[in-house]
């Protein structure tokens, strides 16, 4: 039986919506108001219970602010959507994991992503499976800039992007917000 709860809570990047579901994080979301997160989990959630004690919960929340405040690089929480079944496909979660060992305050192209899973002229594929992770910043997908070193594309926004590099130290040499 599976018990999926969820959390809304503010950081200094505005409103998070964090879902994990039998002790494991499934969907971080950083959206601008309570109501957007409200809203959200209503529709993608509604069988969520309202449980920000539940395990990770309190943990995401501590070290998100953590991360925010520049005293964490690393992020140590059960993450629900690596294993067969979670949801993503197998490609989805490759790319996921790929995106686990980028370093803090280090950045990568999506090429190079694509060469290193063995899919080379795949960056259109690991765009689309960036785009489609699920538990963004503590699954790092801010650090995949163009091949250019322009911020291309990002769920939260291009200054959202921006900000999270900014904060690891790791923008480009160029800050151009092309594709």
Not at 68 to 93: E, H, I, K, N
Not at 105 to 129: C, K, S, W
């Amino acid at each position: 039986m599976e018990n999926t709860s969820f959390s809304i809570f503010p950081t200094t990047l505005g409103w998070v919506l964090a879902v994990a579901r039998n002790g494991e994080l499934i969907c971080l979301e950083n959206r601008v108001s309570r109501d957007d997160c409200e809203s959200a989990q209503a529709r993608r959630w509604a069988d969520a219970a309202n449980d920000p004690e539940a395990p990770p919960l309190p943990e995401t929340r501590k070290q998100l602010n953590e991360y925010l405040a520049g005293t964490r690089r690393d992020f140590d929480l059960p993450l629900g959507v690596l294993s067969p079944g979670s949801g993503g496909t197998d490609f989805q979660r490759s790319v996921w994991a790929e995106l686990l060992r980028i370093p803090f305050g280090a950045t990568t192209t999506y090429g190079e992503i694509a060469r290193t899973l063995g899919v080379p002229g795949g960056a259109r594929a690991v765009g689309m499976a960036n785009h489609d992770n699920p538990i963004g910043v503590v699954i790092p997908c801010h650090r995949v800039i163009g091949a250019n070193g322009s911020l291309t594309g990002y769920a939260g926004g291009l200054p959202m992007k921006q900000r999270l590099l900014e904060l690891e130290g790791a923008l480009p040499g160029r800050l151009d917000f092309g594709e």
